[in-house]
């Protein structure tokens, strides 16, 4: 990582261009299990009544916790004054497959949404993108990016950096498969996360730990209440 120093920043940058970031990706497999029953559970919940409650949903929080956690990950380098730039908040991008190509969105203050919001903010983002409608200013600003590439029925990736982005998480297929619970084998959902970062922002130790929280979060959802 350059030698810099680190300062503060309460409204969106630019950044730079993902071109010239070194990336770095790590992996964990996690079970899911309890996250998908918390996911049928929160579609009978009338709090959640009239939004959309799918696996996303979870994640994203999850990386809201993680981030809150890890504040340092939520960052950008700015090349011109040779300094870490800290954000103090998260705009989440979501990756969208559209008619018109691949965009990415984001979520304005996705830190300060509680769960019920962050449905409503996710579906009206999806269903904006579909329609074709999203504006050049949903698109500006992000500061950590979701892709889901598990919606193509593919198991992980490497996913690259959007411009002035930190990092970027992948969430792969969640599948059934045999797993070690207790102590045997027994039939458990199963994803594996992604997570590329930029290397002058976050060492290994803060990308493991951001990746370790989201991982611990999807395997045992009530974090979301001790950590959240």
Not at 54 to 71: D, E, G, H, Q
Not at 166 to 175: D, E, N, Y
């Amino acid at each position: 990582m350059p030698s810099g120093k680190r300062s503060s920043c309460t409204t969106p940058s630019n950044g730079i261009g993902s071109s010239t970031a070194p990336h770095v990706t790590e992996f964990v497999t996690v079970d899911v299990t309890r996250t998908m029953k918390l996911v049928a559970e929160l579609k009978e919940d009338k709090d959640m009544a009239g939004v959309r409650v799918n696996p996303l949903l979870i994640i994203a929080k999850a990386l809201l916790v993680a981030i809150k956690r890890n504040p340092e990950v939520n960052a950008a380098w700015d090349e011109a004054n040779q300094e870490i730039v800290q954000k103090h908040y998260v705009n989440l991008g979501i990756a969208a497959a559209t008619p018109r190509g691949l965009i990415v969105p984001n979520i304005k203050d996705a830190h300060d949404q509680t769960l019920p919001q962050l449905a409503a903010s996710l579906g009206e983002l999806v269903s904006t993108a579909r329609e074709g409608k999203t504006s050049p200013a949903a698109m500006a600003g992000g500061t950590v990016t979701i892709t889901n590439v598990g919606v193509f029925g593919v198991d992980t990736g490497t996913p690259i950096l959007n411009p002035g982005e930190s990092a970027i998480l992948a969430v792969g297929a969640i599948k059934l498969q045999p797993w070690v619970h207790k102590g045997k084998v027994k039939p458990r959902q199963v994803t594996t996360l992604a997570l590329s970062f930029d290397h002058r922002l976050v060492d290994g130790e803060l990308g493991s730990k951001v990746l370790a929280d989201v991982a611990a979060v999807l395997e045992q959802p009530k974090r979301l209440i001790t950590w959240g």
